[in-house]
T-cell receptor
Framework: GAVVSQHPSRVICKSGTSVKIECRSL??????MFWYRQFPKKSLMLMAT?????????EQGVEKDKFLINHASLTLSTLTVTSAHPEDSSFYIC???????????FGDGTRLSIL | AQSVTQLDSHVSVSEGTPVLLRCNYS??????LFWYVQHPNKGLQLLLK??????LVKGINGFEAEFKKSETSFHLTKPSAHMSDAAEYFC??????????????FGKGTKLSVKP
């Protein structure tokens, strides 16, 4: 089946650091990738939709200058949390799908902890 | 607007007994519906999906779900729970039209506990 790899699985860093998270589709070409944030014991909140070769579409309330998304190829999207602060600590999950296809395939998530 | 309601935040069953996780949806169109499972500190794994074909959908690990349009429900069932089924389960509907085509709308999740 379709596999999505997310790296790193866990990051612990100091406040003010920028952190990059990678999301790769290993065995299919993902025209669209999605980035979610999940708070403890909560459901997933869509942050942005990333289409290959174009600018990401951010959901209302998500700061695009804070959460930089790049989808440079059909198999890779990156999320960079710039100048991270403790309130950015969360579980970030990416997903990917082919154009017009369902379902979305999810990565294993990245636990981000900002000290 | 589309929405998903998972009626139980927590369900506890004994190993070997049936599992029922309830989900109701609201959609203006013929929806695509999914059940995903999430184990602790992991991403989401697709259990099964409904995309307007057979109303009874069989998934992995013995799970199945029935799409009932008249009841706007898509409940997840399994005849016999296993300890490894303990996890968080999300019922999800996919938006089908317009600029947000393909976006997923998640229920709040149901935590399934399985007692020995």
């Amino acid at each position: 089946g379709a596999v999505v790899s997310q790296h790193p699985s866990r990051v612990i860093c100091k406040s003010g650091t920028s952190v990059k998270i990678e999301c790769r589709s290993l065995d299919f070409q993902a025209t669209t990738m999605f980035w979610y944030r999940q708070f403890p014991k909560k459901s997933l909140m869509l942050m942005a939709t990333s289409n290959e070769g174009s600018k990401a579409t951010y959901e209302q309330g998500v700061e695009k200058d804070k959460f930089l998304i790049n989808h440079a190829s059909l198999t890779l999207s990156t999320l960079t949390v710039t100048s991270a602060h403790p309130e950015d600590s969360s579980f970030y999950i990416c997903s990917a799908r082919v154009l017009g296809g369902q379902p979305q395939h999810f990565g294993d998530g990245t636990r981000l902890s900002i000290l | 607007a589309q929405s998903v309601t998972q009626l139980d935040s927590h369900v506890s069953v004994s190993e070997g007994t049936p599992v029922l996780l309830r989900c109701n949806y609201s959609s203006s169109y013929s929806p695509s519906l999914f059940w995903y499972v999430q184990h602790p500190n992991k991403g989401l794994q697709l259990l099964l999906k409904y995309t307007s074909a057979a109303t009874l959908v069989k998934g992995i690990n013995g799970f199945e779900a029935e799409f009932k349009k008249s009841e706007t429900s898509f409940h997840l069932t399994k005849p016999s729970a296993h300890m490894s089924d303990a996890a968080e389960y999300f019922c999800v509907v996919s938006e089908g039209y317009g600029g947000s085509q393909g976006n997923l709308i998640f229920g709040k999740g149901t935590k399934l506990s399985v007692k020995p």
